[in-house]
């Protein structure tokens, strides 16, 4: 079975704090997504990665960056968090192609 | 640009009744379409897909999904619900980047509950 890990499930930081959220999947896929779900507005991509060190924007990708130095591991960085940005945060992966993606138990992010 | 709509926030249903979910599109050229299922603090489980053949498509857990292109539709289907299908389900079609690659768009989810 397909396991997507997330550092962390729950995090509280301050406004302006510089916040990183780990992923780390063990299938080793090719793709790599984080997304933000927030109610009402189901999931909206903030960045892809279909290589180590390539990446592509998403549909919500400002105040956001990302890094993938290895092929398992995807992080997205927060540069100066802002209360805007308090949201769960999923992370998933998936082989080329069509195949579908698995995700990880998300990190529930509170910025204050 | 490719969209996907949820048109019901919550659906309610009986335990042993069947339960639709209904899901619509927009997409240019053929359609890639997927079900996820969430429950409560965990992440989204892939349910089943659609991309070409059968109209109607067997996934996990029971439920299926028919493809309706007249009517743009993907609507999720159980014949008998489950007090444990209570959750989130979201729909989601595929869409491209530059480059080829390829995303998924999701909807904005719809609440089941189902009620002894």
């Known amino acids: 079975d397909v396991k997507v890990t997330q550092s962390s499930r729950y995090l509280v930081k301050r406004t302006g704090e510089k916040v990183f959220l780990e992923c780390v999947q063990d299938?080793?896929?090719?793709?790599m997504f984080w997304y933000r779900q927030d109610p009402g507005l189901g999931l909206r991509l903030i960045y892809f990665s279909y290589d180590v060190k390539m990446k592509e924007k998403g549909d919500i990708p400002e105040g956001y960056s990302v890094s993938r130095e290895k092929k398992e591991r995807f992080s997205l960085i927060l540069e100066s968090a802002s209360t805007n940005q308090t949201s769960m945060y999923l992370c998933?992966?998936?082989?080329?192609?069509?195949?579908?993606?698995?995700f990880g138990d998300g990190t529930r992010l509170s910025i204050l | 640009a490719q969209s996907v709509a949820q048109p019901e926030d919550q659906v309610n249903v009986a335990e042993g009744n069947p339960l639709t979910v209904k899901c619509t599109y927009s997409v240019s050229g053929n359609p890639y379409l997927f079900w996820y299922v969430q429950y409560p603090n965990r992440g989204l489980q892939f349910l089943l897909k659609?991309?070409?053949?059968?109209?109607l498509v067997k996934g996990s857990y029971g439920f299926e999904a028919e493809f309706n292109k007249s009517q743009t539709s993907f609507h999720l289907k159980k014949p008998s619900a489950l007090v444990s299908d209570s959750a989130l389900y979201f729909c989601?079609?595929?869409?491209?980047?530059?480059?080829?690659?390829?995303?998924?768009?999701f909807g904005a989810g719809t609440r089941l509950a189902v009620h002894p």
């Open positions: 998933a992966s998936r082989r080329e192609g069509n195949q579908p993606q698995h």
């Open positions: 659609y991309i070409t053949g059968d109209n």
């Open positions: 299938m080793d896929h090719e793709n």
């Open positions: 989601a079609v595929r869409d491209f980047f530059s480059g080829g690659y390829n995303k998924l768009i």
